[in-house]
Nanobody
Framework: QVQLVESGGGLVQAGGSLRLSCAASGRTFSSYAMAWFRQAPGKEREFVATISWSGASTYYADSVKGRFTISRDNAKNTVALQMNSLKAEDTAVYYC????????????????WGQGTQVTVSS
C-alpha cells in the first residue's frame, strides 16, 4: 500500500516556474515507478511524466518535454516535478501516481493516486 500526498501547486504567471512535490508513505515506494498526470476542466486525465523506480529512466509527454523535469529521492520517499516556462495550457489539477509499468502510461495502469494539487497559469 502506498499513500501519496502532493504539494506545491498555486498560481503563477505565464513563463514562470513551479515545483510540485509528492510525499509517499509505505515501505514499498522504491519498488514503484512514479508519474505525474494532469487533468484540465472538461478534459480527460493525461500523462505528463514518469520516472523509473531507480530514477535512471524518465519519459515525458511531448507537450512538456524540455520544460518539465521529474525526479525522485528514494531515501526520502519523494518525487518532484519541476515546471519551467509555464503556459496557460498547463493549467490543471496535477496528480502524483505510482505504477509498475515501463515508459509512458495510461491512467488505467496506475496503482495508486494522490489527491491532486491545482496549478493555475495566468496569461
Amino acid at each position: 500500500q502506498v499513500q501519496l500526498v502532493e504539494s506545491g501547486g498555486g498560481l503563477v504567471q505565464a513563463g514562470g516556474s513551479l515545483r510540485l512535490s509528492c510525499a509517499a508513505s509505505g515501505r514499498t515506494f522504491s519498488s514503484y515507478a512514479m508519474a505525474w498526470f494532469r487533468q484540465a476542466p472538461g478534459k480527460e486525465r493525461e500523462f505528463v511524466a514518469t520516472i523509473s523506480w531507480s530514477g535512471a529512466s524518465t519519459y515525458y509527454a511531448d507537450s512538456v518535454k524540455g520544460r518539465f523535469t521529474i525526479s525522485r529521492d528514494n531515501a526520502k520517499n519523494t518525487v518532484a516535478l519541476q515546471m519551467n516556462s509555464l503556459k496557460a495550457e498547463d493549467t490543471a489539477v496535477y496528480y502524483c501516481a505510482a505504477h509498475r509499468m515501463i515508459g509512458s502510461i495510461r491512467s488505467s495502469a496506475v496503482d495508486y493516486w494522490g489527491q491532486g494539487t491545482q496549478v493555475t497559469v495566468s496569461s
